[in-house]
C-alpha cells in the first residue's frame, strides 16, 4: 500500500491535534495545589506523604496535592510569591499573627463556611478556632498546636531517686541536688534557634506570673510593670544564672543540650513539644537511657499544677491567588476528619504534628510512646478546660515578640533590668494595641480576687 | 560624536540596561519605599521621615552602627596587613610562591554558609576551642564581634593578598635594585617602593573594604543571628529582622538608605582623591 506524503501528514496533525485535545481536557481535570512546607527532616517528609499526602490524593482523584520543601526561607519565599500574585495554594504560616498580616492585605480566603459544611467549628478547640479568627471569620486553623514543658533524663532521675518537682520549692531543691552531684540542672542553648529565648520568657511568666495575669496584660487590664511580672523575670535571671549552663546559653545547638542531657552532663531541659522528635533521634539522644517529660512545676501560687503554655506552631489558610481554593480547602478539612491518621501521625512524626482537636484514646496507634501520650492528653485537657498559659509566638503581636526575642537574653544574663525590658516591652505592647496588631486571644475565666 | 563611538556605546547597552534594572530601579525603589509604612504585603502608606526618625531612636540601630564601624575598623586594619604582608613575603621568596597563592585564594572560593559552620564547630563550647580554651567565643558579648570578624578574616585577607601581589607585579625591577644599591633595607624598600606602586589598587581595596564592611550579612547571620544581646548586630541583620520578622519594611528600607551613604561617603573619598590626582 502506497501512503501519499500528504496523507501521513495529515494523519500525523490530526494525531496530534487529538493526542494534545485529550491530554488538556484529562489534564484539565486534575486539581493540582501546592503546599510550601519549612523544614522537615526526610523521615518526616516519608511519613507526611504516605500517612496525609498519598491517601488524600488517591482518595480524591481531581486533585493532586504535592509538598514542596522551602527551609528557612519560607517566610520570605511566601511574602514575594503572595505579593507577585501567585505563591502556594494552601499556605502554612508560622501562627495567626503571621497570617493576620496576610489577611491585613486580602491576601487569604476565610475559611468559616468549609469548616462548618464539615463540622469542623465543633471538632476543633474553641481557642484554636478564635486565635485564627480576623473580624470574626477564621482566617487560619492550626496545623499543630505546642506546649512547652520539660525533658529530663528518667534513668538519671531513677538512679539518683529525684522526684519529679511539681512546685517551686521542690524545683528549687532538686536543682541544688542535682548541683550538689557535679551536674548542671538544665542545658539549654539558643545557637541554633533564637527564638528559643521567647520561649523561655513564655515560660518564666506563664509559670510565676501565673496565665490569668498574662491574659489580663494582652487584654489590656493589666501592665507588665506590676510587681509579679517584674519577679518573674528576676527569677528567671536568678535560675539561669545558679541552675542553666549559663555560660555556653549563646553556643550551644539544639543536639548540643539534649546530647547533655542523655550522657548526664545535664539533667533536664525545657523544650517544646517539638523536641519529642529529638528524644527519638540518635543525634540528639545517644545514650540507652530513658528520656521523660514533665510539665513545667509551678513557680508560685498564681499558677496551678500541672499549667502549659501552648501556642501553635503552623497554620493553614487557603491562598486567595490560588486557582482551586475549594481543593486547598478539601484538604485542610479532610486531614481534620481524619482522627486516625492524625494518631498515626502522633507515633510516626511525634511532636511534630498536633492538630488541636481532642482524640478519642482508640484512635492512638499501639507502640506510641506513653510519654507523649500523656504530653497529648495533658495539653488537650488544659486547651479543653482554657487553663492555659500564653506563648508569645501565638497571642503576642509580630514586633513585640521580636523584641522579646532579641531583649530576653540581656535580662538573663544580667546586661537589662528587668524592670527596663517589661517596661519598654509594655510601651511596645501598647502600641501594637493601639495599631490594632493584636492576635486575638481567647475570653478566659477570670476568678475574684 | 565619532560614529565609531555612538557604536560603543551599543555595546555597553546590554550591561547598562541590566544594572538598570537590577541595580538602579531597585535602589530607587528602596529609598521612595524607606519615606513609606509598609508591611512587606498591600499598598505602601507615605509617612514622611518617620521610619528614619524611629530607627535614630531605637537603641539596637546605634548598636548595629557602632558595631559596623568596629567590623570596618577591624576590617581597614588586620587583613590588609597580613595582605601586604603575606604578598610581599610573596613576592621575595623562593619556593612555591603559586601554590601558596592558591592556598590563600581557596578560602575565598568556599560557600560562607559551610565555612561559617565550620568555623562554628571549630569555636564550639564542647567539642571545640571552647572546650580547650574555657572560652566562650561566640557566647560572650564582650568578644564575639571579634571572633565573628575573625572567621570572615580567615576567608577575607588571602583574596586581598592575591590582589596585592598582582599589582606588585607592575612594579619595575629596577626600583628595587636602585633601592638596594642605595642601601635601602626591607622595611624601606616597602615603605617607598612598594606602597608607592600599588597604591591605587591599595586604596581601591580600602574603599572596597569601607562597602563591604557595611554590607556584611552571612557570616554574622550563620555564627550569631546578631547575638546575644545584639552584641553582633549589624546594620545588615538589623535590616532582615525587621523586613522579615517583624513586616517593617518601610524601616528595613531606611537602614537599606543608610548602609548606602556609609557605602556613598567612601565613594565620594574615592573621587575627591582623583580630583586631587591620585591615580586611583
Known amino acids: 500500500m502506497k501512503i501519499s506524503i500528504k496523507k501521513l501528514f495529515v494523519v500525523t496533525i490530526v494525531l496530534i491535534l487529538g493526542l494534545t485535545t485529550f491530554s488538556t481536557v484529562s489534564l484539565g481535570q486534575t486539581k493540582n495545589i501546592s503546599w510550601w512546607y519549612w523544614n522537615i527532616s526526610p523521615d518526616n517528609l516519608e511519613a507526611l506523604k504516605s500517612t496525609v499526602v498519598k491517601p488524600f490524593n488517591d482518595s480524591h482523584p481531581n486533585i493532586n496535592l504535592s509538598v514542596e520543601v522551602k527551609g528557612d526561607k ?15 495554594d494552601i499556605i502554612m504560616s508560622p501562627g495567626p499573627s503571621f497570617a493576620q498580616k496576610y489577611v491585613a492585605q486580602d491576601a487569604l480566603l476565610p475559611l468559616g463556611g468549609y469548616l462548618e459544611e464539615e463540622g469542623l467549628d465543633k471538632k476543633i478547640f474553641p481557642w484554636a478556632l478564635d486565635v485564627g479568627r480576623v473580624k470574626g471569620e477564621v482566617y487560619s486553623i492550626p496545623g499543630t498546636y505546642e506546649s512547652m514543658g520539660i525533658f529530663y533524663n528518667k534513668s538519671l532521675f531513677k538512679d539518683k531517686g529525684w522526684e519529679i518537682p511539681t512546685n517551686e520549692e521542690e524545683f528549687e531543691k532538686l536543682c541544688e541536688k542535682i548541683n550538689s552531684e557535679g551536674i548542671t540542672p538544665i542545658a539549654l ?3 541554633d534557634w533564637k527564638f528559643i529565648n521567647e520561649q523561655i520568657f513564655s515560660v518564666y511568666l506563664n509559670q510565676y506570673a501565673g496565665p490569668e495575669n498574662v491574659y489580663k496584660v494582652l487584654k489590656d487590664m493589666k501592665s507588665l510593670e506590676d510587681k509579679v511580672f517584674v519577679d518573674s523575670m528576676k527569677y528567671l535571671k536568678e535560675n539561669f544564672q545558679n541552675y542553666w549552663s549559663s555560660s555556653n546559653y549563646n553556643t550551644l545547638g539544639n543536639a548540643d543540650y539534649m546530647t547533655l542531657v542523655s550522657t548526664r552532663r545535664a539533667a533536664m531541659t525545657i523544650s517544646g513539644s517539638w523536641a519529642f522528635q529529638w528524644v527519638n533521634n540518635d543525634a540528639f539522644w545517644p545514650t540507652e537511657d530513658k528520656w521523660g517529660w514533665m510539665p513545667f512545676p509551678a513557680l508560685s501560687e498564681n499558677t496551678s499544677y500541672p499549667t502549659v503554655s501552648i501556642g501553635i506552631g503552623k497554620a493553614f489558610s487557603v491562598n486567595k491567588n490560588s486557582k482551586h481554593p475549594d481543593a486547598a480547602a478539601e484538604f485542610i478539612t479532610w486531614l481534620y476528619s481524619q482522627e486516625k491518621k492524625i494518631g498515626q501521625l502522633a507515633k510516626k512524626m511525634p511532636g511534630a504534628f498536633i492538630l488541636p482537636i481532642e482524640l478519642p484514646d482508640e484512635v492512638y496507634p499501639s507502640g506510641i510512646d506513653p510519654a507523649y501520650e500523656k504530653h497529648l492528653k495533658i495539653i488537650a485537657q488544659a486547651s479543653n478546660s482554657g487553663n492555659y498559659g500564653y506563648t508569645d509566638w501565638t497571642f503576642w503581636p509580630t514586633s513585640t515578640q521580636r523584641y522579646i526575642i532579641d531583649e ?16 519598654e516591652l509594655q510601651k511596645k505592647l501598647e502600641k501594637d494595641m493601639e495599631e490594632g496588631l493584636m492576635p486575638p486571644v481567647p475570653n478566659r475565666e477570670i476568678s475574684n480576687e | 560624536m565619532t560614529k565609531g563611538k555612538k557604536f560603543g556605546y551599543f555595546f555597553i547597552l546590554p550591561a547598562l540596561l541590566i544594572n538598570f534594572f537590577v541595580i538602579l530601579g531597585p535602589g530607587i525603589a528602596n529609598f521612595l519605599l524607606s519615606f513609606t509604612k509598609w508591611s512587606g504585603l498591600g499598598m505602601p502608606q507615605f509617612v514622611g521621615i518617620h521610619n528614619f526618625l524611629v530607627l535614630f531612636s531605637d537603641k539596637v540601630f546605634w548598636i ?6 568596629i567590623w570596618t575598623g577591624v576590617f581597614l586594619i588586620v587583613p590588609i596587613a597580613m595582605a601586604l604582608l603575606g604578598a610581599h613575603l610573596l613576592k621575595h621568596g623562593q619556593l612555591g610562591e603559586k601554590f601558596l597563592r592558591t592556598i590563600y585564594f581557596l578560602p575565598r572560593t568556599l560557600p560562607i554558609v559551610i565555612v561559617a559552620r565550620i568555623w562554628q564547630f571549630i569555636y564550639h563550647p564542647l567539642n571545640g576551642l571552647g572546650a580547650i580554651t574555657g572560652i566562650s567565643f561566640l557566647g560572650n558579648p564582650d568578644i564575639a564581634l571579634y571572633f565573628v570578624a575573625l572567621a570572615n578574616i580567615w576567608a577575607w585577607w588571602g583574596f586581598l593578598c592575591v590582589v596585592f601581589y598582582s599589582a606588585m607585579q607592575e612594579i619595575s625591577p629596577s626600583l628595587y635594585e636602585v633601592a638596594e644599591l642605595n642601601g635601602a633595607n626591607q622595611w624601606q624598600e616597602f615603605i617607598h617602593v612598594t606602597l608607592p606602586g600599588i597604591m591605587s589598587t591599595f586604596v581601591f581595596m580600602i574603599i572596597m573594604t569601607i562597602i563591604w564592611s557595611f554590607l556584611v550579612f552571612d557570616w554574622v547571620w550563620v555564627l550569631t543571628q546578631g547575638g546575644p544581646g545584639h552584641a553582633t548586630e549589624l546594620l545588615a541583620t538589623l535590616l532582615y529582622k525587621k523586613a522579615f520578622y517583624t513586616f517593617n519594611a518601610g524601616q528595613a528600607a531606611a537602614i537599606g538608605v543608610v548602609i548606602s551613604i556609609f557605602g556613598s561617603l567612601s565613594i565620594i573619598i574615592l573621587f575627591l582623591l582623583r580630583r586631587r590626582g591620585w591615580e586611583v
Open chain 1, 74 to 88: 519560607l517566610r520570605q519565599l511566601l511574602r514575594n510569591a503572595v505579593l507577585a500574585g501567585g505563591g502556594p
Open chain 1, 189 to 191: 542553648g539558643n545557637s
Open chain 1, 408 to 423: 530576653t537574653g540581656r535580662v538573663m544574663n544580667g546586661r537589662t533590668k528587668p524592670q527596663t525590658f517589661l517596661a
Open chain 2, 64 to 69: 548595629a552602627v557602632k558595631n559596623n564601624l
